[in-house]
């Protein structure tokens, strides 16, 4: 099980509360080793491929994804009857959970396989993951629209056959798919505001109250908990919406199964295209 010791995390990870190392001393040697930060020339590199093609799909993505979550969010509250309250709290919590599971396996996948070469995912899809990690405090710089872009994307085909079936369907009809519905919207919420909750886990400064307490009760991700995925070479705590499943995934060894057996299969390393970036120098 890979369980990260104080020692460690200081060690392989950037110290984000301090981001300019003063409070740390460089050995000569260590200047050699990948280090991390904005002045990373891997890290310069891949925020340079953040293109204006991307940026106009991610704001049109986010307006056509509130519209439809607005609409449906009316018509399950035009439906909803007393008596599914409880429905109602058990969809949010199946919500949160299925939402952290899929922030884990995406995340996983994107930062274990592939490379940013690869065509069309590599630049849309890979190359945030490798940028976050050579700098994990980009985040904190991207406005609303690069942080949530893409989970507000990828809600939008689920939303629409959704709406589509409260604007068709009889209210007979409704009733039949209504506890459903009410979880798929709860699990979309939570996709959506996944990377927020990322983001916020990597804000040291400046976070206004209410959210440093969310982190602090662990209903969003809490930034000593994911500092822990941030310990080189990336191989655990995956989950990054609530975190609630990391410390379960780990017990089971879920991951680093799945990397066994696909090593085993393919022969490809897991997260050997993370280290090169990590190793670039110029
Ligand atoms: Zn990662
Ligand atoms: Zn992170």
Known sequence: MVLKSEEEIIKYSMTEEDPNSNAQIVIAEEVSKPRWGPQHAGAQELASQYTKGKRIQE?????VSTTLIAHNFIMLCWNFHLDKWYFVIASALLGILSADFMSGLVHWTADSWGSVELPIIGKAFIRP????????TSITRHD???TNGD?????IPFMAYSAYKFLTYSPEQIQEVY??????????IFVSVTNQCHKWSHTYFGLPRWITLLQDLHIVLPRKHHRIHHVAPHETYFCITTGWLNLPLEKIRFWSTFEYLIEAVTG?????DDLNWAKKRS
């Open 268 to 272: 490809c390393k897991p997260r050997s």
């Open 59 to 63: 704001t049109i993505c986010i307006g």
């Open 179 to 188: 506890n459903f519905e009410c979880y798929l919207f709860l699990l979309t």
């Open 129 to 136: 993951f490798r940028e976050h990690h050579i700098d994990p």
């Open 151 to 155: 989970n507000f994307s990828v809600t």
């Open 144 to 146: 609303f629209i690069e």
